[in-house]
């Protein structure tokens, strides 16, 4: 154990060095800033700790073996998490047999007395739910004084784990369809976000147990509780050594059949492939990026230190209701290697404005497109300082034809603009573009990425032994678009 808390001793000095040398004054306004008082908010919803256990199946029922799957303390997630420059977590420890009696007995007082021992940062209560008839999702309980209930219910009733020995029994499609009922019958409702999708995938657009399909099912049966999909997976130190060399064999992410795209799963990362599908059939679908932390890759495992690489950015305030309600809205980018750490994508015509997962009504007339983004000065967890060498301006158009989803695909999407350094002014601590888009009839959407690749122009299938530090991505939620009536 020495080493271990020497390694977390070091770790934690050197996050609260990199922690001062990022912070950036954010107070002046610009014209591209929405007003209000809501802010980025960065943050990571799948983090696991020591109840995400392994099971003695010797005994009846079987016992949990704590620590089993996952090393850390609830308050050691939350102080690192702090300490690499989020805001908030969500606590997703795996499910099992009779699990919900650990998350409600044991788990859940080792976050009440987490959000004491670390102020500063939001500790939301959910879980890493054994979706049936499918692989995992993240829960999100809303923060109330029923939250452990709320959560128990849940787990005890439909986590497909639950069950034990007859998990099948929960593991139908029909079981999934009575729980996502039950769970937009909820006051408050949770969300449920699908994690690493296409992880099980063995060729591009072949999918296995997450499929689209199912989950356009699960969000016409609960649209208020299911958002969308983890974009980023965790795990992308897989690559990694516990020396910090990069081994060879590695395989970024853990997607040991069809690999992820710049360390983006393959249904966000293809320009008009599934993600372009759900958002051309007008459906408001969001992505996100995880650590899907177990243990550091330092003690010999896949995985960085929540926030230490990926972030999902939420536009909120600094409270639980408010950064539910934008990840809800789809107020959100992603970013890795902070490349960057604020993003504006807005959509403008004549008096009327909107941003990152907003909708503008526009007619028949061009609408100005503006981007502004802030690629920090500092080093990032690698001692780097990568810049933004491209950002691609995306659109696609919203038909609510029967093909896109037949076909997963949305042949109208395309990267309408390219924009490079010289094409981009600096406002103060911001650089900053915009774009005529053309009048259209249809409505539609725009979308932003951006890379520290200049010269790759879309995101390439990651090899093995590949450095995630050297392939930086970060992407935008829509701006949707709808037509006056």
């Known amino acids: 154990m020495s080493r271990v808390k020497e390694i977390i001793s070091t770790t934690i000095a050197l996050a609260l060095l990199s922690a001062c040398a990022k912070t950036v004054s954010t107070s002046d306004n610009y014209d591209f800033k929405p007003a209000g008082n809501k802010q980025w908010l960065a943050g990571d919803h799948h983090i696991h700790g020591k109840f995400s256990a392994k099971w003695d199946t010797s005994t009846q029922p079987p016992t949990p073996i704590l620590f089993g799957d996952a090393h850390y303390f609830t308050a050691l997630n939350a102080q690192m998490a702090k300490q690499h420059g989020l805001q908030w977590m969500v606590t997703t420890d795996h499910g099992g047999p009779k699990h919900s009696r650990v998350n409600l007995e044991q788990a859940y007082p080792e976050l009440v007395a987490s959000r004491k021992a670390v102020p500063g940062i939001l500790q939301f209560y959910g879980m890493e739910f054994d979706t049936p008839n499918a692989r995992h999702s993240t829960l999100i309980i809303p923060h109330t004084d029923e939250e452990a209930q709320q959560l128990y219910t849940i787990e005890s009733q439909f986590n497909r784990r639950e069950a034990f020995p007859n998990e099948f029994e929960r593991d139908t499609e029909v079981f999934?369809?009575?729980?996502?009922?039950?769970?937009?019958?909820?006051?408050?409702?949770?969300?449920?976000?699908?994690?690493?999708?296409?992880?099980?995938?063995?060729e591009l657009g072949r999918f296995k147990r997450v499929t689209p399909e199912k989950m356009r099912l699960w969000q016409d049966t609960a649209p208020d509780v299911i958002t969308g999909m983890t974009g980023i997976p965790?795990?992308?130190?897989?690559?990694?050594?516990?020396?910090?060399?990069?081994?060879?064999?590695?395989?970024?992410?853990?997607?040991?059949?069809?690999?992820?795209?710049?360390?983006?799963?393959?249904?966000?990362?293809?320009?008009?492939?599934?993600?372009?599908?759900?958002?051309?059939?007008?459906?408001?679908?969001s992505i996100t990026a995880v650590s899907d932390s177990h243990a550091h890759y330092t003690e010999g495992r896949t995985d960085f230190w929540p926030g230490e690489y990926a972030k999902t950015y939420v536009y909120a305030q600094q409270d639980y209701d408010s950064v539910l309600d934008g990840l809800r809205g789809g107020n959100v980018f992603v970013t890795t290697g902070d490349l960057i750490t604020e993003l504006y994508v807005s959509m403008s015509q004549s008096e009327k404005t909107a941003s990152i997962g907003e909708t503008l009504v526009t007619d028949n007339k061009p609408a100005t497109v503006t981007i502004a983004f802030l690629d920090p000065d500092t080093l990032n967890y690698h001692d780097d300082n990568p810049s933004v060498g491209r950002v691609d301006l995306i659109y696609g158009e919203v038909h609510g034809n029967k093909e896109f989803a037949t076909n997963n695909v949305n042949p109208t999407t395309e990267v309408i603009n390219r924009f490079y350094p010289d094409d981009w002014s600096r406002q103060g601590n911001y650089q900053v573009m915009t774009f005529e888009l053309p009048a259209s009839e249809s409505a539609g959407y725009i979308r932003v990425r951006g890379t520290n690749r200049a010269e790759e122009l879309e995101p390439q299938p990651d090899v093995k032994g590949e450095n995630p530090w050297t392939d930086l991505w970060f992407y935008s939620n829509p701006v949707y678009i709808d037509k006056a009536k």
């Open 234 to 285: 965790g795990h992308q130190a897989a690559t990694i050594n516990p020396d910090g060399s990069i081994d060879p064999e590695g395989t970024r992410a853990e997607y040991y059949g069809y690999p992820t795209h710049g360390g983006t799963d393959q249904m966000t990362a293809i320009v008009g492939g599934v993600w372009d599908s759900f958002l051309g059939e007008g459906r408001r679908w």
């Open 176 to 202: 999934m369809l009575k729980t996502l009922k039950a769970m937009q019958a909820m006051s408050p409702r949770p969300v449920l976000s699908m994690n690493h999708p296409a992880r099980q995938a063995d």
